[in-house]
T-cell receptor, first 108, second 112 residues
Framework: AQRVTQPEKLLSVFKGAPVELKCNYS??????LFWYVQYSRQRLQLLLR??SRESIKGFTADLNKGETSFHLKKPFAQEEDSAMYYC??????????FGTGTRLQVFP | NAGVTQTPKFQVLKTGQSMTLQCAQD?????MYWYRQDPGMGLRLIYY???????DKGEVPNGYNVSRLNKREFSLRLESAAPSQTSVYFC???????????FGPGTRLTVT
Protein backbone atom coordinates (compact mmCIF):
# COMPACT_ATOMS: atom_id res chain seq x y z
CA ALA A 1 0.00 0.00 0.00
CA GLN A 2 1.08 3.53 -0.67
CA ARG A 3 2.25 5.51 2.27
CA VAL A 4 3.59 9.04 2.71
CA THR A 5 5.56 9.97 5.81
CA GLN A 6 6.27 13.49 7.02
CA PRO A 7 8.28 13.04 10.21
CA GLU A 8 8.08 16.62 11.45
CA LYS A 9 4.82 18.06 12.76
CA LEU A 10 6.34 21.49 13.25
CA LEU A 11 9.35 23.21 11.78
CA SER A 12 10.35 26.62 13.09
CA VAL A 13 12.99 28.80 11.45
CA PHE A 14 13.95 32.45 11.32
CA LYS A 15 13.49 34.56 8.23
CA GLY A 16 16.36 34.09 5.81
CA ALA A 17 17.26 30.62 7.09
CA PRO A 18 17.17 27.58 4.81
CA VAL A 19 14.17 25.29 5.03
CA GLU A 20 13.82 21.58 4.32
CA LEU A 21 10.52 19.82 4.87
CA LYS A 22 10.98 16.09 4.75
CA CYS A 23 8.80 13.62 2.90
CA ASN A 24 9.31 9.90 2.34
CA TYR A 25 7.06 7.64 0.35
CA SER A 26 6.54 3.94 -0.09
CA UNK A 27 5.27 2.70 -3.41
CA UNK A 28 6.56 -0.15 -5.48
CA UNK A 29 5.92 1.51 -8.82
CA UNK A 30 6.73 4.98 -10.09
CA UNK A 31 4.59 7.41 -8.14
CA UNK A 32 3.80 10.99 -8.85
CA LEU A 33 4.77 13.19 -5.93
CA PHE A 34 3.28 16.52 -4.99
CA TRP A 35 3.52 19.22 -2.37
CA TYR A 36 0.32 20.98 -1.34
CA VAL A 37 0.20 24.06 0.88
CA GLN A 38 -2.49 25.53 3.09
CA TYR A 39 -1.99 29.12 4.16
CA SER A 40 -3.92 30.45 7.12
CA ARG A 41 -7.64 30.81 6.31
CA GLN A 42 -7.10 29.65 2.74
CA ARG A 43 -7.93 26.44 0.98
CA LEU A 44 -5.41 23.73 0.21
CA GLN A 45 -3.63 24.31 -3.08
CA LEU A 46 -0.98 22.64 -5.18
CA LEU A 47 2.51 24.04 -4.67
CA LEU A 48 4.51 21.84 -6.98
CA ARG A 49 4.82 18.38 -8.51
CA UNK A 50 7.98 16.44 -9.18
CA UNK A 51 7.38 15.94 -12.88
CA SER A 52 7.36 19.66 -13.61
CA ARG A 53 10.77 20.17 -11.98
CA GLU A 54 10.00 23.81 -11.44
CA SER A 55 10.58 26.27 -8.63
CA ILE A 56 7.47 27.82 -7.14
CA LYS A 57 7.77 30.72 -4.68
CA GLY A 58 11.44 29.75 -4.33
CA PHE A 59 10.62 26.17 -3.32
CA THR A 60 12.05 23.14 -5.07
CA ALA A 61 11.66 19.43 -4.50
CA ASP A 62 13.68 16.63 -6.04
CA LEU A 63 12.50 13.08 -6.26
CA ASN A 64 15.16 10.73 -4.91
CA LYS A 65 14.13 7.22 -5.86
CA GLY A 66 17.03 5.62 -4.04
CA GLU A 67 16.00 7.18 -0.74
CA THR A 68 12.28 7.25 -1.67
CA SER A 69 12.21 10.89 -0.65
CA PHE A 70 10.72 14.10 -1.99
CA HIS A 71 11.94 16.78 0.39
CA LEU A 72 10.79 20.38 -0.08
CA LYS A 73 13.54 22.99 0.10
CA LYS A 74 13.92 26.73 0.07
CA PRO A 75 17.27 28.46 0.57
CA PHE A 76 15.91 31.57 2.31
CA ALA A 77 12.63 31.35 4.19
CA GLN A 78 10.18 34.29 4.22
CA GLU A 79 7.52 35.05 6.80
CA GLU A 80 4.82 34.55 4.18
CA ASP A 81 5.97 30.92 3.80
CA SER A 82 4.40 30.13 7.16
CA ALA A 83 1.74 27.53 6.40
CA MET A 84 0.82 23.87 6.60
CA TYR A 85 2.58 21.75 3.99
CA TYR A 86 1.39 18.35 2.84
CA CYS A 87 3.32 15.87 0.76
CA UNK A 88 1.18 13.59 -1.40
CA UNK A 89 1.69 10.73 -3.78
CA UNK A 90 -0.38 9.20 -6.52
CA UNK A 91 0.07 5.73 -7.89
CA UNK A 92 -1.91 4.33 -10.77
CA UNK A 93 -5.26 5.80 -9.77
CA UNK A 94 -6.69 9.29 -9.37
CA UNK A 95 -6.40 9.00 -5.60
CA UNK A 96 -3.89 11.04 -3.66
CA UNK A 97 -2.33 9.73 -0.48
CA PHE A 98 -1.41 12.56 1.86
CA GLY A 99 1.14 12.71 4.61
CA THR A 100 0.25 14.02 8.05
CA GLY A 101 1.54 17.49 7.24
CA THR A 102 4.26 19.77 8.58
CA ARG A 103 3.52 23.21 9.94
CA LEU A 104 6.21 25.68 8.96
CA GLN A 105 6.64 28.73 11.16
CA VAL A 106 8.96 31.46 9.95
CA PHE A 107 9.83 34.01 12.60
CA PRO A 108 10.91 37.57 11.76
CA ASN B 1 -15.65 30.47 -11.94
CA ALA B 2 -16.28 29.66 -8.30
CA GLY B 3 -14.15 26.51 -8.42
CA VAL B 4 -15.18 24.12 -5.64
CA THR B 5 -17.82 25.30 -3.21
CA GLN B 6 -18.96 23.66 0.02
CA THR B 7 -21.88 24.25 2.33
CA PRO B 8 -22.19 24.76 5.20
CA LYS B 9 -18.97 26.34 6.46
CA PHE B 10 -19.65 25.44 10.07
CA GLN B 11 -22.00 22.99 11.73
CA VAL B 12 -22.58 21.73 15.24
CA LEU B 13 -24.48 18.46 15.66
CA LYS B 14 -25.58 16.41 18.60
CA THR B 15 -24.63 12.74 18.71
CA GLY B 16 -27.08 10.74 16.61
CA GLN B 17 -28.20 13.59 14.39
CA SER B 18 -27.83 13.38 10.65
CA MET B 19 -26.71 15.90 8.09
CA THR B 20 -25.50 16.25 4.52
CA LEU B 21 -22.48 18.21 3.42
CA GLN B 22 -22.84 19.65 -0.04
CA CYS B 23 -20.10 20.12 -2.62
CA ALA B 24 -20.23 21.49 -6.13
CA GLN B 25 -17.62 22.23 -8.79
CA ASP B 26 -17.90 24.23 -11.99
CA UNK B 27 -14.69 23.05 -13.68
CA UNK B 28 -16.29 20.12 -15.55
CA UNK B 29 -14.09 17.69 -13.65
CA UNK B 30 -14.83 13.98 -13.69
CA UNK B 31 -13.35 13.09 -10.31
CA MET B 32 -14.53 14.35 -6.95
CA TYR B 33 -13.33 13.53 -3.45
CA TRP B 34 -14.22 13.91 0.20
CA TYR B 35 -11.47 14.16 2.80
CA ARG B 36 -11.37 14.75 6.50
CA GLN B 37 -8.55 16.68 8.13
CA ASP B 38 -7.60 15.94 11.71
CA PRO B 39 -4.62 17.20 13.74
CA GLY B 40 -1.72 14.80 13.45
CA MET B 41 -3.56 12.66 10.89
CA GLY B 42 -3.30 14.80 7.79
CA LEU B 43 -5.93 14.46 5.11
CA ARG B 44 -7.64 11.12 4.83
CA LEU B 45 -9.83 10.13 1.93
CA ILE B 46 -13.38 9.21 2.91
CA TYR B 47 -14.98 8.53 -0.48
CA TYR B 48 -14.32 9.45 -4.04
CA UNK B 49 -16.10 9.41 -7.34
CA UNK B 50 -14.12 8.84 -10.51
CA UNK B 51 -17.03 9.83 -12.71
CA UNK B 52 -20.73 10.60 -12.59
CA UNK B 53 -22.63 7.60 -11.34
CA UNK B 54 -19.71 5.90 -9.61
CA UNK B 55 -18.46 6.09 -6.04
CA ASP B 56 -15.78 4.19 -4.15
CA LYS B 57 -14.62 3.94 -0.59
CA GLY B 58 -11.47 5.62 0.52
CA GLU B 59 -9.40 5.10 3.63
CA VAL B 60 -12.02 6.00 6.27
CA PRO B 61 -15.53 5.41 4.87
CA ASN B 62 -17.27 4.04 7.98
CA GLY B 63 -20.12 6.21 9.18
CA TYR B 64 -20.47 8.07 5.89
CA ASN B 65 -22.40 7.77 2.67
CA VAL B 66 -22.01 9.72 -0.55
CA SER B 67 -24.05 10.61 -3.59
CA ARG B 68 -22.72 11.77 -6.92
CA LEU B 69 -25.86 13.59 -7.91
CA ASN B 70 -24.52 14.72 -11.28
CA LYS B 71 -21.18 15.74 -12.70
CA ARG B 72 -21.12 18.93 -10.64
CA GLU B 73 -22.29 17.77 -7.24
CA PHE B 74 -20.97 15.27 -4.71
CA SER B 75 -22.58 15.14 -1.28
CA LEU B 76 -21.43 13.50 1.94
CA ARG B 77 -23.99 12.26 4.45
CA LEU B 78 -23.58 11.43 8.11
CA GLU B 79 -26.54 9.26 9.05
CA SER B 80 -25.89 9.18 12.81
CA ALA B 81 -23.17 11.59 13.83
CA ALA B 82 -20.61 10.57 16.45
CA PRO B 83 -18.06 12.71 18.35
CA SER B 84 -15.29 10.89 16.42
CA GLN B 85 -16.59 12.59 13.29
CA THR B 86 -15.68 16.00 14.62
CA SER B 87 -13.31 17.23 11.94
CA VAL B 88 -12.78 19.59 9.05
CA TYR B 89 -14.18 18.17 5.84
CA PHE B 90 -12.80 19.06 2.45
CA CYS B 91 -14.24 18.38 -0.94
CA UNK B 92 -11.97 18.34 -3.99
CA UNK B 93 -12.25 17.76 -7.70
CA UNK B 94 -9.84 16.83 -10.47
CA UNK B 95 -9.87 16.15 -14.18
CA UNK B 96 -9.52 12.57 -15.39
CA UNK B 97 -5.94 13.05 -16.39
CA UNK B 98 -5.24 16.00 -14.17
CA UNK B 99 -2.49 15.79 -11.64
CA UNK B 100 -3.99 18.59 -9.61
CA UNK B 101 -6.88 18.41 -7.21
CA UNK B 102 -8.78 21.59 -6.47
CA PHE B 103 -10.06 21.95 -2.95
CA GLY B 104 -13.07 23.62 -1.45
CA PRO B 105 -12.86 25.92 1.58
CA GLY B 106 -13.83 23.19 4.03
CA THR B 107 -16.64 22.53 6.50
CA ARG B 108 -15.82 22.58 10.19
CA LEU B 109 -18.07 20.03 11.91
CA THR B 110 -18.37 19.56 15.64
CA VAL B 111 -20.33 16.66 17.10
CA THR B 112 -21.15 16.96 20.79
Amino acid sequence: AQRVTQPEKLLSVFKGAPVELKCNYSYSGSPELFWYVQYSRQRLQLLLRHISRESIKGFTADLNKGETSFHLKKPFAQEEDSAMYYCASRGNTDKLIFGTGTRLQVFP
Amino acid sequence: NAGVTQTPKFQVLKTGQSMTLQCAQDMNHNSMYWYRQDPGMGLRLIYYSASEGTTDKGEVPNGYNVSRLNKREFSLRLESAAPSQTSVYFCASGGQFSYEQYFGPGTRLTVT
